[in-house]
C-alpha cells in the first residue's frame, strides 16, 4: 500500500485478530464532524420517512408489530439506499480513513460499495423495536466470492439495553450444513453445535464514532431497544471490483459504487 497514508492502515494485529475474529472495533474512527453530519443526516432522514424504507412490521421479527395496520405498525427499521440520500453518507462511503482499512482487510485491491444491501440507516426504536436472530449476511446476498466487509457505524452509543450488535468470533469459518438454519435462513438454536457457537458470543459497546467492520460470513445478532432512546446506525459493504454480483440476482440489480 505504497500509495497510500500509512497513518490510515490498520495495524498487523488488528487485521490478524479481523482474520482469526471475524470483526474488529475502531475506536473513534469517525471524527465529531463527521459523525455528527452523519447523524443530522440520519435524523432529518427518518423523521422525513421517504421511500424506500423497511418497517418493522415487514419482518416479522420476535417483538415487531404484527402488520402496518397494527399498533407500531409504521415503525421504521432501516432507511434504504442511503448511499443516495444525502451528501454526508456518499462523504462518509468514501472517507479515506474507513475505506483504506477496507481495502486492506479485503487484500489490497480495489474496492466497490455494494448497493444492492445494507447501505442502510439502521434504527432501534423505544417502542416495537424487535430482535434480530443470528444469521450471516452472505447468505442473503449473491456474489462470485463471499468475502465481503460491512462497515457498522455507531452514531450513538450502543450497548446490550438498546440493541447493540453481537458476534460470535471466529464464525467466519466454520461451516454450517443446510440443516442448521431455519427457512429464514437463521441459525437454529435448538442443536448443540449452535447452542457452543452462541456461549461465545459477544456483545460489544460502542460510543459514537466507534466502526465495527465484520466479514459478512460472521454470524451477528442484536436485541430490541428497551431505553427510551432512538438507537441510530449506519452500514455499508464493500467488496472488491473483480468480486462481482452474480448476473440475475437482487445483488445485481443496482450497480455498485467503485471506491478505488
Known amino acids: 500500500m505504497s500509495d497510500l497514508n500509512t497513518s490510515l492502515l490498520l495495524s498487523d494485529t488488528e487485521v490478524q485478530q479481523f482474520a482469526e475474529q471475524g470483526f474488529l472495533i475502531v475506536r473513534g474512527l469517525a471524527d ?127 450497548f446490550p439495553e438498546n440493541g447493540c450488535l453481537g458476534f460470535i468470533p471466529g464464525s467466519h469459518r466454520v461451516n454450517l450444513p443446510a440443516e442448521y438454519f431455519d427457512e429464514r435462513t437463521f441459525l437454529r438454536t435448538d442443536l448443540p453445535e449452535s447452542q457452543r457457537l452462541i456461549a461465545t458470543a459477544v456483545f460489544p459497546s460502542l460510543e459514537a464514532g466507534d466502526v465495527v467492520f465484520f466479514h459478512s460470513a460472521t454470524f451477528h445478532a442484536a436485541g430490541n431497544n428497551q431505553t427510551t432512546q432512538t438507537k441510530l446506525s449506519l452500514v455499508m459493504s464493500y467488496h472488491t471490483q473483480d468480486n462481482e454480483a452474480i448476473p440475475g440476482t437482487r445483488t445485481a440489480a443496482i450497480p455498485a459504487v467503485r471506491i478505488g
Open 32 to 158: 465529531a464532524a463527521m459523525r455528527n453530519a452523519v447523524a443530522e443526516a440520519a435524523r432529518a432522514g427518518l423523521a422525513a420517512g421517504l421511500a424506500p424504507v423497511e418497517y418493522e412490521a415487514d419482518l416479522h421479527y420476535p417483538g415487531s408489530p404484527e402488520s402496518r395496520e397494527a399498533e407500531g405498525g409504521r415503525t421504521i427499521r432501516r432507511l434504504l439506499q442511503v448511499y443516495q440520500r444525502d451528501e454526508a453518507f456518499r462523504h462518509w462511503a468514501h472517507y479515506p480513513a474507513m475505506t483504506t482499512k477496507v481495502r486492506q482487510l479485503l487484500g489490497d485491491k480495489p474496492i466497490a460499495l455494494t448497493q444492492a444491501h445494507h447501505n442502510s440507516l439502521m434504527t432501534k426504536q423505544p417502542s416495537y423495536s424487535s430482535k434480530t436472530l443470528w444469521h450471516r449476511d452472505i447468505r442473503y446476498w449473491s456474489f462470485k466470492e463471499s468475502n465481503l466487509v460491512s462497515v457498522w457505524l455507531a452514531l450513538g452509543r450502543e
